[in-house]
């Protein structure tokens, strides 16, 4: 699929590129993890960005055994392993002072940086061409597609939207609102201080508080997450898991400060700030000529606000469609590579964490405590579903199913309220449970 590049450059102002198989706009993980998937299936890609090469500096988790499950094809599988900077062997849940759950699955980080150096350097053996851009429009013609930028224009059989959440590129409904997961953190240094984490147990959610602030930290409701980085280092963040309503940064600078009083680590210098704001949920992408992967494909779980394994597990299958449909015409082509963004299990699987999303937004303090009391005494392979984003419908079914089951029934009557606007969703979660039970 390789061909020559025609490049014209007018008055040094304009160019002008052509022959492209492949344009991916944004080179944020999302963009490199499919132009990497796409250059190894031997296809003539470029990556424009507008801001190219510019630092990773988030802290990208995920559930380790998701990475063993996705098993991306070598060499990214090779490439991902070696950029895991730490695995924690236990995640804790601490939902009251009296109330620990431990969850017995490995958790673990990429080194952001390597992630992304590891993947430049694979883009350029690979032929990639890494251009910085900001793309204004895509315009369609029968065959192919122009992307235009303030001052060129390239030509391309596909395009790919990685260019992030609400992307300009794509169109979206105003219906579902998204929600936003907002947090604030910081990396301290711990040197001189006596920690409570070690360096084998991360903190998932930890909602305990200095009781006498009782009602600061009522709404909206924010737990600790915390990473223990080294014996010197820790990240701790002040995390909403999902709102809709607008928050100060400041508000969650001073839960975490008090916090962080009670461990004895008021005083412990600030190396690393970390302002986190997530779109989750929304509606998805339009579908049409311009394919979208990333956060700009929805690929962000709308409950817990991860994506980036999401991103791996999907290349390949895309790449494999793109290559299968690739003499069809470009409609065609494009219908077909959009069944493999979005698959017809993953786009129910996709309602019933809508409705998640939309409970979780409403509940209050209290609520969100009950609520993950009950969902983290559903069987580890029930949860482990519905973080993952990628399990059988049934799967994520069962487990919302068993946590209606657990619950009590202030918090079955919550669940039921605030799930009202998704009624489908709801009679999918909990009927088609109680009718395997009635069947089996
Ligand atoms: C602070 C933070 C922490 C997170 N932590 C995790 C985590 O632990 N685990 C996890 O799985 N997920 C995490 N996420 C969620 C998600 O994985 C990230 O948001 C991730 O960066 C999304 O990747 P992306 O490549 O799709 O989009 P982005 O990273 O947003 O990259 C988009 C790229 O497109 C470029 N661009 C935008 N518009 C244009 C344009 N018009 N023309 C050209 N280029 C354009 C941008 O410059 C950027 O390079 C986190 C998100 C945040 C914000």
């Known amino acids: 699929m390789q061909q020559s590049t025609d490049k014209t450059l007018e008055q040094g102002v304009y160019c002008r590129e052509s022959n492209w198989d492949i344009v991916v706009i944004g080179d944020g993980p999302s963009g490199l993890i499919i132009a990497n998937q796409c250059a190894l299936s031997d296809f003539k890609v470029l990556v424009l960005s507008k801001d190219n090469g510019k630092k990773w500096t988030n802290n990208y988790c995920f559930w380790k055994s998701e990475l063993d499950v996705v098993r991306p094809p070598k060499p990214m599988q090779n490439l991902f392993n070696e950029c895991i900077e730490m695995v924690w062997n236990t995640a804790q849940v601490h939902l009251r002072n009296t109330t620990r759950v431990d969850i017995d699955a490995p958790f673990a980080k990429f080194d952001s940086l390597k992630l992304q150096q590891h993947l430049q350097e694979l883009a350029t053996e690979s032929g990639i061409q890494l251009q910085t851009g900001e793309v204004t429009t895509i315009e369609q013609l029968p065959s192919h597609s122009v992307v235009h930028t303030v001052n060129c224009t390239y030509t391309a059989r596909v395009v790919i939207a990685a260019n992030g959440s609400s992307s300009n590129l794509l169109q979206y409904s105003t219906f579902p609102k998204p929600g936003y997961q907002i947090a604030y953190g910081q990396v301290l240094d711990v040197s001189n201080f006596d920690i409570p984490w070690t360096l084998d147990t991360m903190s998932f959610m930890d909602f305990r508080f200095p009781t006498k602030h009782h009602k600061f930290f009522q709404s909206p409701p924010s737990f600790l997450y915390v990473l223990p980085l080294s014996t010197s280092q820790v990240f701790l963040e002040e995390t909403i898991l999902a709102t809709r309503e607008s928050v100060d940064f ?187 039970l009635e069947t089996s």
């Open 250 to 436: 400041e508000m969650l600078k001073e839960r975490l400060q008090l916090r962080k009083e009670t461990f004895g680590l008021g005083d412990a210098p600030v190396l690393d700030q970390e302002f986190c704001r997530i779109e989750m949920g929304g509606s998805l992408p339009k579908t049409g000529r311009t394919l979208a992967f990333g956060a700009s494909a929805g690929f962000t779980h709308p409950v817990t606000g991860f994506q980036i394994l999401r991103s791996i597990y999907t290349a390949p299958r895309l790449v494999a469609t793109l290559k299968e449909h690739w003499s069809a015409d470009t409609e065609t082509l494009c219908t077909e590579a959009w069944k493999a963004i979005w698959n017809d299990t993953e786009r129910r699987n996709r309602k019933l964490y809508l409705l998640g999303l939309d409970m979780i937004v409403r509940f209050n303090l209290r609520e969100t405590q009950n609520f993950f009391e009950a969902f983290f005494k559903s069987s580890p392979e029930a949860r482990a579903s519905f973080l993952s984003g990628f399990g059988s419908t049934q799967a994520v079914q069962s487990s919302m199913w068993e946590t209606f089951k657990h619950a009590d029934w202030t918090t079955r009557a919550k669940i039921v309220q605030h799930s009202s606007q998704h009624p489908t969703a709801l009679f999918s979660a909990l009927f088609d449970q109680l009718s395997n």
